[in-house]
């Protein structure tokens, strides 16, 4: 829909707009908060230097920062969301560049409180733990902080890494410049001559097209670019992989691996399992792959046939009002308790429905500890929307859950259990569709969602996985990350994953140039991790397993709590071990078959 067609934000409905006013009754109330926050920051500079002093000292330093975060935390989301609600409102834009302003000052503030954490006595922090009952609360937040100080260096040697800091991101800001700004594509072109503009965000849609003359020319036209600039993101890469294997070695770290995969304190164990499990089960994809192939009937499969539908457009379109009672429905295995979470996003105003001029595109989950988990929707009647909404919502019940069950410094989950819920959510949405409609193109067309989804997520991610940790020991061996060496390792990678059927020795050769993650220092292997883990609550869920759903509500209670691995294994699911990715792979299977046979059938008709 073309801007101009869009509704001005006024024009929509109060009923499906977010309801802010429970966070700041105006925008006016906002601004008085905001400017009498700032004008107490400096009541925190009575803090450095006081931390070792007295438990009471601790305490109290504690609670004053909690509050100074607490209170930020509220004032910068409420201006995200009014100015993601209307961006080209320009009062907006500078309520939200305000509370960014003051949410910098405020890091600055805090910036002593790890350090100065990690300085004090062991032996005089257990003791305050044990003298004052009041740090109880702080019991997790301590233990993480101070876990660090066999990795912390000298007071000089920190300063000199700190100030080398903006040396050490050169490599992934130039990236971002190179790949974001910089790059230029030329137009691709379909099987009647018409040309389309390519970029990013078209790259995708095109290679989604029924075209495949489109499909071919998207694919070869992008990574022409590439192709033109692969020397630079190989000293890019190589740079970022020297700079982890550095920071690793001077900290005390056995391998950038370990030092990344310690913020979150996951054994490696759970990294390795992964990859193995992914080799072990890379025939179903090999499977998949090899049905994509019979089904579009092509001699050789490209990659640039791996991602357009292989069933058309989805025979199932809903409204949003319809969408609700369907979600209600499909969560209805959580429990009564679970669900008046739902009915309260629906009621309460927790939601932004639809699109309007100026509104951020996409969706996502956004709110603080005081304030409702909220949710932004550009909301069309398609069934890849009523995914979006289960999928959000599953982050606010999360948050929700979390915020109700524990205090404000232990409500923060980790980015590695951050993806559960949503994809849980979805894993019971496909459960509910499958055991609700029996009409033979439907189950086609949700089965194939699935299965796209495990193909993109657990085994996608793996490969980026495998190969990310691959060029950092090649690094770590002295191999030199020349563009040469890394196209051949990737395009070996390539066959690997998507066997015989897929034309490997292509120009697929060159995606890692253009996979940001690369520069996230070992994130893209929680996609696959959460996934498989979303895909064992949900099936546990399901099937109505003893135990399954206060397993789950306990785990999105859990917040900070505890460590991730710790919380996971309380909740059943014990991620140092293979069995939920082994149970992923036989959902995938099942289904699989499941997809063949109906696609059997519907030909023999």
């Known amino acids: 829909m073309k801007t101009s067609q869009l509704p001005k934000r006024e024009e929509v409905s109060s009923q499906y707009q977010w309801d802010l006013t429970p966070m700041y009754a105006s925008d006016q109330d906002f601004l008085e908060a905001l400017e009498e926050f700032q004008g107490r920051l400096g009541d925190l500079d009575q803090l450095p230097g006081s931390l070792s002093e007295s438990s009471d000292h601790l ?54 409180l790890q350090p100065e954490l990690m300085a004090m006595d062991p032996d005089t922090l257990q003791a305050f733990m044990a003298a004052d009952s009041r740090l109880a609360k702080y019991r997790q937040f301590l233990d993480d902080a101070v876990r660090y100080r066999a990795h912390t260096l000298t007071k000089d040697q920190e300063s000199i890494l700190a100030q080398a800091g903006e040396i050490f991101s050169t490599n992934t800001k130039t990236f971002g410049l190179l790949n974001n700004a910089d790059l230029k594509f030329p137009d691709a072109q379909d099987q009647k001559g018409q040309t389309y503009p390519l970029s990013h965000g078209t790259y995708s849609r095109y290679l989604e097209s029924n075209d495949r003359q489109l499909r071919e020319s998207t694919f070869k036209q992008y990574y022409s670019v590439y192709d033109q600039f692969q020397n630079t993101f190989a000293a890019l890469l190589s740079a970022q992989m020297k700079k982890g294997n550095l920071q690793a070695k001077l900290r005390n770290y056995q391998s950038a691996r370990q030092a990344a995969l310690f913020d979150d304190n996951i054994p490696e164990v759970v990294y390795d399992l992964l990859l193995e499990t992914v080799h072990d089960h890379l025939d179903l994809l090999h499977e998949y792959v090899d049905l994509r192939k019979e089904v579009l009937e092509l001699d050789q499969l490209e990659m640039y046939d791996m991602y357009t539908p292989l069933l058309g457009q989805a025979p199932l379109a809903f409204s949003y009002d319809e969408a609700k009672e369907i979600v209600l429905e499909a969560l209805a295995p959580l ?40 949710i932004l929707l550009n909301w069309q009647d398609n069934l890849n929307n009523l995914y979006t909404l289960v999928h959000e919502l599953g982050h606010s019940a999360h948050s929700y859950l979390t915020n109700q069950a524990q205090s404000y410094v232990d409500s923060h989950y980790s980015i590695f259990l951050a993806e559960m819920a949503s994809t849980t959510n979805e894993n019971l949405l496909t459960d509910y569709l499958l055991k609700t409609y029996p009409d033979k193109e439907v189950r086609l067309y949700i089965l194939n969602h699935f299965l796209d989804g495990v193909k993109g997520t657990v085994f996608r991610q793996s490969q980026f996985a495998e190969f990310e940790q691959f060029i950092y020991q090649e690094d770590a061996k002295g191999q030199p990350l020349t563009a040469n060496f890394l196209n ?89 071990q293979p069995d939920y990715l082994l149970s992923t792979f036989a959902v995938f299977k099942d289904r699989l078959e499941e997809f063949k046979q109906l696609l059997a059938s519907k030909e023999g008709e």
């Open 335 to 374: 429990g009564e308790d679970y669900l008046a979470i739902i009915k309260q996003a629906f009621d309460q105003g927790w939601i932004d429905v639809y699109e309007n001029q100026g509104k951020r595109s996409g969706a996502y989950s956004s709110g603080t500890y005081d304030s409702y988990p909220y």
């Open 488 to 576: 051949q390792a990737y395009q070996e990678l390539n066959a690997k994953y998507y066997g015989s059927s897929v034309n490997s020795q292509s120009q697929i050769a060159l995606e890692w140039t253009r996979i940001p993650h690369f520069y996230y220092n070992f994130y893209v292997y929680q996609y696959a991790t959460g996934f498989a883990a979303a895909t064992e609550f949900a099936r546990r869920i399901s099937q109505g397993e003893a135990g399954a759903v206060s397993g789950y509500l306990s785990f999105l209670k859990a917040g900070s709590s505890d460590y991730p691995i710790a919380i996971m294994q309380e909740a059943g699911i014990d991620m140092t």
């Open 59 to 112: 305490f109290e330093a504690l609670e004053l920062i909690s509050d100074y975060q607490r209170t930020m935390g509220n004032l910068y989301v409420y201006s995200h969301l009014k100015n993601d609600q209307d961006q080209g409102n320009d009062h907006y834009q500078t309520l939200e560049a305000q509370a960014s302003q003051v949410a910098v000052a405020l890091s600055e503030k805090l910036a002593f």
